[in-house]
């Protein structure tokens, strides 16, 4: 379902050209947990961040579901991302002024498939299933940082996304939210079926995976 | 989309001193704009008006008559000394336009005001006058005729009632509106015959009969001059033809006032501009501060799948939201400001010799909603820039809010 060819990304800083990601192929089959480690700095989240369309490569294609993300118009790739991809990031990602239920059905709104009170409907179901059906009309900095990742997770999974990304979506949190919150995730991909790659300094947990992708300095170690 | 503009607002609510900030600077702009703009054409309006209603270019009145140069109008003081009535005609100058003859004799003891109220009695000729009828606020529905008098604004008696002069009957066809020009106020109007009738009944200073109640004699003349032609030329076309004539010219202090004006005006209008531009200015500064502190936020949306179109929109939404709401409070800001000031402004004009008239209500209302209308696309225009350069840009680079 994914598949990376050849894909970089430098970047121009004062010190001149910083590559983030030399080149990588990569392969992930429709269903599977893939667990992306790697030190710091060594270019997981720049290479996440091309696989979710978020990040224009320097090189190479990145083609989901046989669509080559890349070569797609602004607003094609606004929609791809908006159903395909369910993007659950590194920090707290929730818009402040929204309650949580706006806040998980904005995709759904953004993207017009379920109209208004069928994508309501859907935030409520959601949250519901991520613990939080007594929160609906609370504001994210009422809830913990735990409960806001579910919260995110939720919103990721709005438009029923063919792939969830997650880039370190556990590294703030204590160990015993951890757990949870990976629960979650693998849960989604175990019982809806969706393929998840998710980068993680947890090597107990990347031992779950079906396909581990060890990065360093921008390349694969094989 | 109705989240996209929640988010707006609510974000117009996160930043409340910075809102408020935007929303009063706005308001102080468009409300100096309209007021601005409000007043110009009011005063405007009123000029054309003082100066074409009671529009004399110059005055021909004999040598050594004092002459009373107001601000709007020329003025004769009334005189023993007079001209004939048909001298300009005769001399057919061709710098003059229309001419207008006055006679105008001053009377006490006539039965108009107090007793001792010294009242102008002036004759026009209705047919060439062009400085008093224009001014008729209200009049009978019919020609004037012989017995009729027309009353300036400041004498109350009312329209088609009898008024005695010297014990003769007389009827008020018509009233002034206000001028702000003292012999049009308190002035008596009527026709040469009606004035000339008063003759038997004035009483009489020994054998001494006002030269000016003489058929065929005249105060003076208004005149106005012909399309192109010049008060010099005028000037000296009149004095070689008319012997002990002199010609008054209002020009000094026409033009003084009206160049005065419309240096006022056309400072308020630089103003306008200015202000205009330094709010576009200040709103699009600001927004690339607001776009650049919320670019987080704007690459969150962006990776969720909101389009670049929308994006745009929302910042401007919040802008035009912003700027719009200043736009009306600016707008009845200079409504309140109009309303506390007018009682000295329109005495400031009126004294010189300005009758102030207000713009009326449709289009001071246009005016209103085209200040707001500006005041709007100026927020949409100071955000629609940076929130299109940021739209541009890598969702993960906004996300990860580096430059
Ligand atoms: N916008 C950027 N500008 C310049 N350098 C960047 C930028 N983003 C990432 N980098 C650099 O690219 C490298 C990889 O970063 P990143 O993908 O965030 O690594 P990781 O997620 O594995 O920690 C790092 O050296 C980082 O400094
Ligand atoms: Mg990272």
Redesign the interface.
């Known amino acids: 379902m994914l598949a990376c060819r050849q894909v970089s990304k430098s970047y121009r800083t004062e010190r001149g050209i910083v590559t983030a990601v030399a080149g990588i192929d990569l392969d992930v089959a429709a269903g599977r947990f893939a667990a992306i480690i790697g030190r710091s700095g060594s270019g997981k989240s720049?290479l996440m961040?091309m696989i979710?369309?978020?990040?224009?490569p320097s090189g190479g294609t990145v083609t989901i579901d046989g669509t080559d993300l890349w070569r797609l118009s602004?607003?094609a790739l606004?929609?791809f991302?908006?159903?395909k991809i369910g993007?659950v990031?590194q920090f707290a990602?929730l818009?402040?002024?929204?309650r949580l239920i706006?806040n998980v059905?904005?995709?759904a709104?953004?993207?017009r498939r379920h109209g208004?009170s069928g994508s309501y409907a859907r935030a409520a179901g959601l949250l519901e299933r991520m613990g939080l059906g007594g929160y609906l009309d609370a504001y994210p900095s009422e809830i913990s940082a735990g409960e806001q990742r579910r919260v995110a997770i939720a919103?990721a999974l709005i438009?029923d996304p063919a792939l969830l990304l997650a880039d370190e979506p556990t590294s703030d949190l204590d160990e015993q939210t951890e757990s949870e919150i990976m629960d979650v995730l693998l849960t989604i991909n175990r019982e809806v079926g969706t393929t998840l790659i998710l980068v993680t300094h947890n090597l107990a947990l990347a031992e779950k995976a079906q396909q581990v992708v060890h990065i360093a300095n921008g390349a694969l170690v094989a | 989309?109705?989240?996209l503009a929640?988010?707006a607002l609510?974000?117009l609510?996160?930043r409340k001193a910075r809102s408020f900030l935007l929303i009063a600077a706005v308001a102080i702009g468009s409300g100096v704009v309209f007021t601005g703009a409000t007043l110009m054409r009011s005063i405007d309006d009123s000029m054309a008006v003082g100066f074409t209603r009671l529009g004399a270019d110059m005055m021909v009145v004999p040598e050594g008559a004092l002459t009373n140069i107001t601000a709007a109008l020329l003025t004769v003081e009334p005189t023993d000394l007079v001209l004939d009535a048909d001298v300009l005609a005769r001399a057919s100058i061709a710098s003059l336009g229309r001419i207008a003859p006055q006679k105008i004799v001053r009377v006490g003891h006539s039965g108009i005001g107090g007793h001792h109220d010294l009242v102008d009695l002036i004759g026009i000729d209705p047919a060439r006058d062009f400085t008093i009828q224009p001014w008729l606020k209200e009049k009978l529905n019919r020609e004037l005729r012989a017995g009729d008098v027309i009353l300036g604004a400041g004498r109350d008696v009312p329209l088609g009632s009898q008024l005695l002069i010297f014990g003769k009957p007389h009827l008020v066809y018509g009233k002034l509106g206000r001028t702000g020009v003292g012999t049009h106020e308190r002035g008596v109007f009527m026709s040469f015959a009606t004035l000339e009738a008063l003759t038997g009944s004035m009483p009489q200073h020994g054998d001494v009969r006002p030269a000016a109640l003489s058929p065929g004699k005249v105060t003076g003349f208004l005149v106005e001059l012909a399309p192109g032609a010049t008060a010099l030329q005028a000037r000296f076309a009149i004095l070689s033809a008319v012997k002990g004539a002199k010609v008054v010219t209002g020009d000094s202090s026409l033009s003084g006032i009206r160049q005065g004006l419309a240096a006022l005006l056309q400072g308020i209008l630089a103003l306008m501009i200015l202000m205009f531009a330094s709010m576009a200015v200040m709103v699009s500064v600001l927004f690339s501060a607001i776009v650049t502190e919320r670019r987080g936020?704007l690459?969150?949306?962006?990776?969720?799948?909101?389009?670049?179109?929308?994006l745009v929109g929302m910042m401007v939404i919040e802008a035009v939201i912003a700027t719009g709401v200043g736009g009306v409070l600016g707008v009845a800001l200079g409504v309140l400001v109009m309303r506390l000031y007018e009682r000295s402004l329109v005495y400031y004009l009126d004294n010189i010799g300005v009758p102030f008239i207000w713009l009326d209500l449709p289009q001071t209302v246009a005016y209103a909603a085209a200040a707001i209308v500006l005041a709007s696309a100026i927020g949409a225009l100071g955000a629609l820039y940076p929130a299109w350069r940021a739209s541009r840009r890598?969702?993960?680079?906004l996300?990860r809010g580096e430059s």
């Open positions: 720049t961040a979710g369309g978020l990040s224009r602004d607003n606004s929609e991302r908006n159903g993007y990031f990602s818009l402040p002024t929204l706006d059905a904005l995709p709104m953004l993207g208004a919103r438009n | 989309m109705r989240l929640n988010l609510q974000n609510g996160r936020e690459g969150l949306l962006k990776a969720i799948g909101a389009r670049r179109a929308q890598d969702a993960y680079e996300v």
